[in-house]
């Protein structure tokens, strides 16, 4: 059984890991769900549900969820929900991507610039010693609330390749970001909703991407059915990507595959 097990998640991190950058370049629509937070429960599940399609799930994680002293954030974010590293290196080594979603879930345009440059720099050292094959480079540094300014922006690309903001932050006139073309300094953004489930929304905000000329869409997303801020219900999430695997003008990435595509 164990075997079995091993053989078949090397399986899994070998295509996931060959999950190779041209796949998204002959496709015009670029979709990215981007989870975040780190809760234990879903996240296995929200892997499960991306192996069932043959994907890679986007999972965004606080660096010290898993810390004793790992306070309630709000009623969505309890200590007892969050994974730990264990856990990430787990789900990474079965070729999903994890990435630093801040050191401890602060609003870094609510702190002064000189506490959340120091906040960045503690997630982003904690990432490199306890995420296995962690490089910076490679990286996204996910704000919390999707809230940054462009001096913290600035300050985060010096050491990761993309930062991912509010959507409504960076961009004017359209919904969606520009697939990338030109690796390193990426700042993208990404479209959240909640606090209830948001079935509904992702659903809507997903066919009208589909409906547009393309790009890249960015959809944030938290935990699935009773867990997280604007959760979306599993049974929706499994239909959804299901329906989405067969559109053939459309890759579904995680956004560390798709700032490798410039
Ligand atoms: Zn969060």
């Known amino acids: 059984m164990k075997r079995r097990k091993f053989i078949q998640s090397t399986a899994i991190a070998t295509i996931a890991s060959s999950l190779p950058s041209w796949i ?8 990215t769900f981007s989870f975040d937070d780190g809760f234990k429960k879903s996240f296995y599940k929200v892997a499960e549900i991306h192996e069932e399609y043959g994907l890679s799930a986007c999972l965004n994680v606080i660096a010290t969820g898993h810390m004793p002293d790992f306070k309630a954030i709000d009623e969505w974010i309890q200590p007892e ?3 730990d590293f264990n856990d990430w290196n787990i789900l990474k080594a079965r070729g999903h991507e994890i990435m630093p979603h ?3 879930h602060l609003n870094l345009t609510k702190i002064s610039p ?4 120091e906040n960045i720099d503690k997630c982003l050292d904690y990432f490199s010693d306890n995420l296995d094959g962690y490089k910076d480079e490679e990286a996204i540094f996910n704000y919390a609330f999707l809230a940054s300014t462009p001096e913290i922006d600035q ?3 010096q050491r990761v390749g993309a930062v991912r903001t509010g959507a409504w932050l960076v961009m004017e006139d359209t919904k969606v970001n520009m697939i990338p073309h030109a690796k390193g300094d990426i700042t993208f953004g990404a479209w959240a909703n909640g606090p209830d489930n948001i079935d509904d929304y992702v659903d809507q905000t997903v066919n009208d991407f589909l409906e ?14 009773d867990e997280g801020w604007g959760p979306v219900s599993t049974t929706f999430f499994d239909s959804l990507l299901k329906r989405l695997v067969q559109i053939d003008k459309l890759s579904i990435l995680p956004a560390g595959e798709v700032i490798k595509m410039g």
């Open 102 to 104: 801040t050191w401890k």
């Open 81 to 83: 929900l969050m994974g």
């Open 114 to 117: 000189s506490h959340a440059k």
């Open 212 to 225: 547009g000329s393309g790009g890249w869409m960015v959809v944030c997303l938290h935990g699935l059915d």
């Open 24 to 31: 998204g370049k002959d496709k015009t629509h670029i979709l």
């Open 155 to 157: 300050y985060a690309l």
